[in-house]
């Protein structure tokens, strides 16, 4: 299985959108639990918040997982994000 998640800061609000086939271990990555890019953008932005998983959808194959990350991260699809998901 293959995922594309959206995960929220809990200090600075601030959202990422990824796609990976082990959720578990990438959170992990996002809150500094296992090795990560100094250079990526949660490392970046974690501040002393924590990324918490707010959305996942599960794809049978990691085209289809690429696409729907592109479609979130699109203006429509953000704004789905926040008008469902993220709230105001």
Request: net charge positive; hydrophobic share 25%; proline share 1%.
């Amino acid at each position: 299985m293959f995922y594309v998640y959206v995960i929220k800061n809990s200090q600075n609000g601030k959202i990422y959108i990824g796609q990976t086939s082990n959720l578990e271990k990438r959170l992990k990555r996002h809150n500094g639990q296992l090795s990560n890019k100094r250079k990526s953008f949660t490392y970046k932005n974690k501040g002393s918040g924590e990324w918490i998983l707010v959305y996942k959808e599960e794809f049978e194959e990691r085209k289809d997982a690429l696409k729907r990350e592109k479609e979130l991260k699109s203006f429509q699809g953000r704004k789905f994000l926040k008008d469902k998901i993220l709230g105001p």
